[in-house]
Nanobody, 115 residues
Framework: QVQLVESGGGLVQPGGALRLSCTAS????????MGWYRQAPGKQRELVAY???????TYTNSAKGRFTISGDNAKNTFYLQMNRLKPEDTAVYYC?????????WGQGTQVTVSS
């Protein structure tokens, strides 16, 4: 089992920045895939960014150029730096950890972009 705890969400004005953190504990692995997803009210959960243990990063179009995904393997902690936030970025953000074919989710952290 892997437990994931997210933090860093909150209320920010348009154009502002937030950094989300996700700390993994339990049966973490050197070989993993880790993603940040988000779900806005009335919409399906969608991928925002993804990183592998090899350091390969993937971004969706909505995140490219504004968001950066990173990881600190020593701390088993992953980050999503979000800059130039827009109201349409408002959602609950979830971290997802894949290890040996198993999929784990955090509890989510709310991000609200509003003036």
């Amino acid at each position: 089992q892997v437990q994931l705890v997210e933090s860093g969400g909150g209320l920010v004005q348009p154009g502002g920045a937030l950094r989300l953190s996700c700390t993994a504990s339990g049966s973490v692995s050197r070989n993993y895939g880790m993603g940040w997803y988000r779900q806005a009210p009335g919409k399906q959960r969608e991928l925002v960014a993804y990183i592998t243990s090899a350091g390969i990063r993937t971004y969706t179009n909505s995140a490219k150029g504004r968001f950066t995904i990173s990881g600190d393997n020593a701390k088993n902690t992953f980050y999503l730096q979000m800059n130039r936030l827009k109201p349409e970025d408002t959602a609950v953000y979830y971290c997802n950890y894949i290890r040996s074919g198993y999929n784990y989710w955090g509890q989510g952290t709310q991000v609200t972009v509003s003036s």
